[in-house]
């Protein structure tokens, strides 16, 4: 992947913890939009991925600072 320069494209450590940080506020309102959900099984079964996926991010973006 480095030899085609695609690595090279995303190689900014400004925009790093940026976009980390984007993706934990972004799943934690996709969270609290499945949690509001009229659809039971919405709330059942693609609340707590929602919450795993939300927690994941966090703890990424945690592990930056």
């Known amino acids: 992947m ?3 320069n ?3 494209i995303l ?3 400004v925009l790093d913890p940026l ?3 984007f993706f934990v ?3 934690g309102f996709i969270t609290l939009a499945k949690i509001m959900s009229k659809s039971k099984w919405e ?3 693609m609340t707590p991925i929602s919450v795993a996926t ?3 991010c966090l703890i990424v973006a945690i ?3």
Do not use: D
């Open 19 to 21: 976009l980390v940080w």
């Open 63 to 65: 592990g930056i600072l």
């Open 43 to 45: 709330r059942r079964i």
């Open 54 to 56: 939300f927690l994941l």
């Open 2 to 4: 480095e030899k085609g």
């Open 6 to 8: 695609f690595v090279a």
């Open 11 to 13: 190689n900014w450590p």
């Open 25 to 27: 506020s972004l799943f």
